[in-house]
């Protein structure tokens, strides 16, 4: 889900992705019970709650947390070690810095506290993600 090529960039956007992401946490939750989603990762069930109640705070390392309750995704360290590693190639294949990603995105973070996001030393939100990866591959040429 958080690492799949998005076929036709022009023809989605940001939010659009956000939507998917926030419709799967929503779909292991209800399938799982808050409940068990707590049981099974290090959340507490007002986190889980809170993931469905106000998405716009949920973070990638949550959201990885929460997917790996479905036999449908890997173990929640590795998936996030994942989802990290495909935002950087995804910056490397289209050649974009820093500097590039922050006028692209359009976001109020300083280049350091982007850096920091993109690297996982600073906590990234499923909604910073998806502007990320929507604008990596809209410039990635492939």
């Given amino acids: 889900m958080l690492t799949e090529e998005i076929a036709d960039p022009a023809a989605t956007t940001p939010e659009a992705l956000r939507t998917q992401y926030l419709a799967a946490l929503t779909a292991v939750v209800e399938e799982r019970g808050i409940e068990a989603v707590a049981a099974e990762t290090e959340l507490s069930t007002e986190r889980v709650e809170a993931i469905l109640d106000d998405p716009d705070a949920v973070t990638v390392a949550e959201a990885t947390a929460v997917l790996s309750c479905s036999p449908d995704y890997p173990a929640a360290d590795d998936y996030l070690l994942e989802v990290r590693d495909h935002l950087m190639l995804q910056m490397s294949s289209a050649v974009v810095d820093i ?39 809209v410039e990635n040429p492939w």
């Fill in 99 to 137: 500097g590039a990603l922050r006028r692209g995105i359009e976001t109020d973070l300083d280049p350091k506290e982007l850096q920091q996001k993109v690297e996982g030393r600073r906590e990234m939100t499923l909604t910073e993600n998806a502007r990320v990866i929507h604008h990596l591959a």
